[in-house]
């Protein structure tokens, strides 16, 4: 069972660094929206374009996961019993894509300056990437606590030397990935611009 643990110590690993990217995300833009609501600055296009964006790469980044590519497919071809837990994962997936396409759609209207407008603005934007950090981490517990449990009873030793190969090629490919700057994760906030000289001090957010 060594390459079992090898492996779910790997999956485990992967689950950290999307679980930081995801709070690293909620906690910067937590910031710049309450920034916006103390200034009673309105949100612009390209502060909802950068927010759908990041959305969206993060949501889609969990498609190519170790778990989704080789864990998954494992364990269904290990028992026909674990469709029920595959359809609840599925679904806290799709929570997450909701969310994707709230921002997404929200980024094209246009809105008056109004401070119920403003204030209207920054709630539903802040209200869709709590629920699509809160679908997508507890998609992740889910995992860890129920998935990987199962995977240790029904799956066997040669399928986790097969699991183990397919992740060392994972992990290869990924390395290249990082060297061309492919690599969406981590999440990383960018860099504050400091303010010109002679303009107030009203935090402009970065596309």
Request: hydrophobic share 45%; net charge neutral.
């Given at each position: 069972?060594?390459?079992?643990?090898?492996?779910?110590?790997?999956?485990?690993?992967?689950?950290?660094?999307?679980?930081?990217?995801?709070?690293?995300?909620?906690?910067?833009?937590?910031?710049q929206?309450?920034?916006?609501?103390?200034?009673?600055?309105?949100?612009?296009?390209?502060?909802?374009?950068?927010?759908a964006?990041?959305?969206?790469?993060?949501?889609?980044?969990?498609?190519?996961?170790?778990?989704?590519?080789?864990?998954?497919?494992?364990?269904?071809?290990?028992?026909?019993?674990?469709?029920?837990?595959?359809?609840?994962?599925?679904?806290?997936?799709?929570?997450?894509?909701?969310?994707?396409?709230?921002?997404?759609?929200?980024?094209?209207?246009?809105?008056?300056?109004s401070?119920?407008?403003?204030?209207?603005?920054?709630?539903?934007?802040?209200?869709?990437?709590?629920?699509?950090?809160?679908?997508?981490?507890?998609?992740?517990?889910?995992?860890?606590?129920?998935?990987?449990?199962?995977?240790?009873?029904?799956?066997?030793?040669?399928?986790?030397?097969?699991?183990?190969?397919?992740?060392?090629?994972?992990?290869?490919?990924?390395?290249?990935?990082?060297?061309?700057?492919?690599?969406?994760?981590?999440?990383?906030?960018?860099?504050?611009?400091?303010?010109?000289?002679?303009?107030?001090?009203?935090?402009?957010?970065?596309?």
């Amino acid at each position: 069972m060594l390459t079992a643990t090898y492996t779910l110590v790997s999956l485990s690993v992967e689950q950290a660094s999307i679980r930081v990217s995801l709070l690293a995300f909620q906690k910067y833009m937590h910031a710049q929206l309450h920034t916006q609501l103390h200034h009673q600055n309105q949100l612009t296009l390209a502060q909802w374009q950068y927010a759908a964006d990041w959305l969206n790469r993060l949501y889609q980044s969990g498609y190519w996961r170790k778990v989704e590519l080789y864990l998954i497919p494992a364990i269904r071809q290990a028992t026909p019993h674990a469709d029920g837990l595959i359809a609840e994962l599925n679904h806290l997936q799709h929570a997450a894509l909701e969310s994707v396409n709230t921002v997404q759609q929200r980024a094209g209207v246009t809105v008056d300056n109004s401070q119920q407008q403003i204030e209207a603005q920054i709630e539903t934007l802040s209200a869709s990437i709590d629920a699509f950090c809160q679908a997508l981490l507890a998609r992740l517990e889910k995992e860890e606590r129920e998935l990987f449990a199962l995977a240790r009873k029904v799956i066997g030793g040669e399928a986790w030397f097969a699991i183990a190969y397919q992740f060392l090629a994972h992990d290869a490919r990924a390395e290249e990935d990082r060297r061309s700057k492919a690599q969406v994760l981590p999440f990383v906030a960018p860099r504050p611009v400091a303010p010109e000289v002679g303009t107030g001090s009203a935090c402009r957010a970065r596309a």
